[in-house]
């Protein structure tokens, strides 16, 4: 994409991407969604962490493409997916930067979830 200017105009925020230390898997109403050894941990200012899972790791019938994208000045343009299963839908549950700002490459074509719409797994 391109480098972000927004760390310029805000040097105090941080965000780090490291590794996720164990795999770590999604589940939503019993369903694994996503399951990865390659997860990434995305450490941003003050938020509670968030795992990246590459998208090639998630099980394509639970993920419903939407229409629905937000901007990050940090991160950049971000689509979303809805969870469904039959009957349950848990819409732009999930969401993936497929052409993230140069900075956070690392989680170019992984997708993140908000933590209060699934249960997310990290191995001890």
Known sequence: ??????FDQHPN????????????RVVWHGHTVAE???AMKLLEGSY????????????PALL???AHST????KGD???YSLRSG???????????????????AIRDHIAFYADRVTIESEA
């Open 78 to 80: 971000a689509s979303y």
């Open 64 to 66: 419903q493409r939407t």
């Open 13 to 24: 925020h941080t965000i780090e991407i490291e590794p996720a230390e164990r795999p770590v």
């Open 48 to 59: 509670p962490p968030v795992f990246y899972l590459p998208i090639r790791d998630a099980n």
């Open 71 to 74: 901007h990050c000045p940090f």
């Open 87 to 105: 009957d349950d839908l848990d819409e732009n549950a999930v969401w993936v930067y497929q052409d993230p700002f140069d900075q956070v490459e």
């Open 36 to 38: 990865s050894q390659r």
């Open 1 to 6: 994409m391109a480098r972000s200017t927004a």
